[in-house]
């Protein structure tokens, strides 16, 4: 694959589905095109992604002067990377985020300086840089926002914290997909497994789960999961995603009143769990399993518990 190889899977509805190719990795970060009136892309990726998502966007019929808005879930690299790089290709393209998100992509130095503390020279071939997008630019959405479609339909942003405090669910008034970037956590298509997305510093569980039970509310007819990919089964995913972050949070808990440090705790974690995903079972394919460490990592989720459990004491 040279850097601009593409996959675009469509999903119907006038959605497509990018594989935005995260550090090289397929079947891990995936970004969303609503070839609607007013062509929308969610969750632009990395800005190493970037040349990729520009390519799909070209091969799907959408020009520079044609996309009509960038919308993220929420501002982790990952998701937003690429904010700045794709708006500077798209002129003519708003970009929506969560207020609490918004000064962040305009800005980027201190998040990247955060980034850079955590993630060290990795961070350029995990990422890449973000590039600051003109503040004019940005529309900062509340608890709830709309973002125009084109035709009558539109995409609802609804504040679902608990994974970040600037994270968003996104619901299509006309197809009821539900945009849910990692509030639902990391889904692994090729076993359907759901795993947590617990990083620090934001993570708290009661948020999460209130955030989870937001979006079964809304009554979705699909998830559309930046990591990774559509799932119909919407209830027991949701109703799973839940669970999972209960039974973390229960482990770590158990090593915290142990006063175990963090490889300890996520020792435990690990071992309490060994037996709940197919991907991480041991005749399970070890390369897949190592993919899904990259944009979710054991220790980082552990990390993200222990703050928050330290935070409420």
């Known amino acids: 694959m040279d850097d601009t190889t593409t996959t675009v899977t469509p999903l119907g509805g006038d959605v497509y589905e990018i594989d935005t190719r995260m550090a090289g990795h397929s079947g891990i970060t995936a970004g969303y095109l609503i070839l609607s009136d007013r062509p929308c892309l969610v969750e632009p990726g990395t800005a190493g992604s970037a040349p990729v998502v520009r390519r799909a966007l070209a091969d799907l019929?959408?020009?520079?002067?044609?996309?009509?808005?960038?919308?993220?879930?929420?501002?982790?690299?990952?998701?937003?990377?690429?904010?700045?790089?794709?708006?500077?290709?798209?002129?003519?393209?708003?970009?929506?985020?969560?207020?609490?998100?918004?000064?962040?992509?305009?800005?980027?130095?201190?998040?990247m300086a955060s980034a850079r503390m955590i993630y060290g020279d990795s961070l350029d071939t995990l990422f890449g840089e973000l590039k600051p997008t003109d503040a004019a630019r940005i529309r900062a959405v509340q608890d709830t926002g709309v973002i125009d479609l084109g035709g009558g339909r539109r995409l609802e942003s609804h504040y679902s914290p608990g994974h970040a405090k600037h994270h968003v669910g996104l619901i299509d008034s006309a197809t009821g997909d539900l945009y849910v970037g990692d509030a639902a956590g990391v889904y692994i298509p090729e076993t359907a497994d759901v795993r947590p997305a617990t990083p620090p510093p934001d993570f708290d569980l009661d948020t999460a789960l209130a955030s989870l039970e937001r979006f079964r509310a809304l009554g979705p007819q699909r998830l559309l999961f930046a990591h990774y990919g559509p799932v119909t089964e919407v209830d027991d995913t949701l109703e799973r995603s839940a669970e999972e972050l209960r039974i973390w949070v229960d482990a770590v808990r158990d090593a915290a009143d142990q006063d175990l440090d963090l490889d300890h705790a996520v020792a435990m974690v690990?071992?309490?769990?060994k037996d709940r995903y197919a991907f991480a079972r041991e005749d399970a394919d070890h390369e897949l399993a190592a993919r899904y460490e990259i944009i979710s990592n054991t220790e980082s989720n552990v990390a993200g518990i222990m703050h928050a459990l330290n935070r409420h004491a």
Do not use: F, Q
């Not at 020009?63 to 790089?85: F, K, M, R």
């Open 61 to 111: 019929g959408v020009g520079p002067a044609d996309l009509a808005t960038v919308v993220v879930t929420h501002i982790h690299l990952d998701h937003a990377g690429g904010v700045g790089d794709i708006a500077e290709t798209y002129p003519g393209a708003e970009v929506v985020v969560h207020e609490k998100g918004a000064r962040h992509l305009a800005s980027p130095e201190r998040l």
């Open 270 to 273: 690990v071992d309490r769990t």
